[in-house]
């Protein structure tokens, strides 16, 4: 962990600490008092409030670290995305898709478990109903069933963001689908890894019925230019990318569930060539249709949030004289450690794992 991306997010980090606290304590409060008398009601609030959180690491991604470009953009529905996952900020990048298109405070993911129990972020994404995953097929099937039928009452569209791969690119990931790939027959990967089709063939056959699209997403880095991630972000060093992004309706995918695997599976062989393409042009074949500017809406709610925090911050070094005494220091000093410890979690918990193999990954051309 880099110092000076420790310095730089601890005053960041008190600011989504106290909002992020705030934001849970009105979820509690909403979760116990209007979740069982609406549902609905209940997903509409707690929609606007945790859009208060994304804008913030919407902010942190345009407004601190530099500017991304997203292309080819969908329709306002409820619909599953199936992207590429090439970097530990995917997540965040998605958001940044959402909050263009009016559907952040609807963009749900299929994440891992251990997510959840991160402080403020984890638990915000709880009530905001993330689909929560061990990777262990005998208890996910049924888990993730449940969990899209829960989405057939939901008030506005939203999007169920599916990672098929199951974890990011990396090189000793690619290295494994490319082994596994030649012992078995299949078409050799060089940008993509291999999907897991359970998951996604339960999605489909689950949502069908009641959301009308699939999005097939292909992220794209550009050359030159590192992937995103949440350290980058802090170090203000602005990344690149380009997003394609093509609309299937769920009625053209085959009806079996070995046809809608077999389907998925073709997808990742187009996205592969689809990304060897960009790598040596720099470009999508189809034409590029819009280009949007920095998001007003994070810069005003980032701005908004930046007042509060220091209104309450000086209201306390007044009330309890932390500016003036040993105790007052004492209690300041523990305050800002906490927060590095948890700017520290947070960014240990989004890097990836040291990597056994050397070689350079091909992805767009990025090395």
């Known amino acids: 962990m880099e110092i000076s991306a420790i310095v730089t997010s601890v005053p960041l980090s008190l600011m989504f600490i106290f909002i992020g606290t705030i934001i849970n304590l009105i979820q509690v409060a909403c979760y116990l008092t209007i979740r069982p008398l609406s549902k609905s009601t209940f997903r509409r609030i707690n929609?606007?409030?945790?859009?208060v959180l994304w804008l913030e690491l919407v902010w942190l991604m345009e407004w601190w670290s530099g500017y991304l470009k997203t292309?080819?953009?969908?329709?306002?529905?409820h619909a599953l995305l199936m992207p590429n996952h090439v970097a530990d900020a995917d997540t965040m990048l998605v958001w940044l898709l959402a909050q263009r298109m009016g559907c952040l405070r609807s963009a749900l993911i299929i994440s891992k478990k251990s997510t959840q129990y991160l402080p403020i972020f984890g638990w915000t994404t709880w009530f905001y109903e993330f689909?929560?995953?061990?990777?262990?097929?005998?208890?996910?099937?049924?888990?993730?069933?449940?969990?899209?039928?829960?989405?057939?009452?939901?008030?506005?569209?939203f999007w169920v963001t599916i990672f098929a791969e199951g974890t990011r690119l990396t090189p000793d990931k690619l290295l494994e689908a490319q082994t596994f790939a030649s012992t078995k027959g299949l078409a050799i990967p060089k940008n993509v890894l291999i999907p897991r089709t359970k998951g996604f063939v339960t999605a489909v056959q689950s949502l069908?019925?009641?959301?009308?699209?699939?999005?097939?997403?292909?992220?794209?880095?550009?050359?030159?230019?590192?992937?995103?991630?949440?350290?980058?972000?802090?170090?203000?060093?602005?990344?690149?990318?380009?997003?394609?992004?093509?609309?299937?309706s769920m009625k053209e995918l085959p009806?079996?569930?070995?046809?809608?695997?077999?389907?998925?599976?073709?997808?990742?062989?187009?996205?592969?060539?689809?990304?060897?393409?960009?790598?040596?042009?720099?470009?999508?074949?189809?034409?590029?249709?819009?280009?949007?500017?920095?998001?007003?809406?994070?810069?005003?709610?980032?701005?908004?949030?930046?007042?509060?925090?220091?209104?309450?911050?000086?209201?306390?070094?007044?009330?309890?004289?932390?500016?003036?005494?040993?105790?007052?220091?004492?209690?300041?000093a523990t305050i800002v450690g906490t927060a590095a410890i948890f700017a520290h979690i947070f960014l240990e918990f989004t890097k990836l794992p040291p990597q056994k193999c050397k070689a350079t990954l091909q992805t767009n051309g990025d090395t």
């Open 208 to 248: 069908r019925s009641f959301v009308p699209a699939l999005y097939d997403v292909t992220i794209a880095i550009q050359k030159g230019h590192p992937s995103p991630s949440l350290l980058r972000f802090l170090k203000r060093q602005p990344c690149k990318i380009k997003v394609h992004i093509k609309r299937y």
């Open 131 to 157: 689909i929560f995953v061990d990777r262990n097929w005998a208890k996910d099937g049924s888990k993730l069933k449940s969990s899209f039928q829960a989405l057939k009452d939901f008030p506005i569209p």
């Open 255 to 332: 009806e079996s569930d070995e046809g809608i695997a077999q389907w998925c599976r073709n997808r990742f062989i187009a996205k592969d060539a689809l990304l060897d393409k960009f790598a040596a042009t720099g470009r999508f074949d189809e034409e590029e249709i819009t280009d949007f500017r920095r998001s007003t809406k994070s810069l005003i709610v980032f701005l908004i949030t930046l007042f509060l925090f220091s209104v309450g911050a000086w209201i306390s070094c007044q009330k309890f004289s932390l500016l003036s005494n040993r105790r007052g220091y004492t209690i300041l």
């Open 47 to 51: 929609g606007a409030v945790s859009e």
């Open 71 to 77: 292309y080819r953009l969908m329709g306002k529905e």
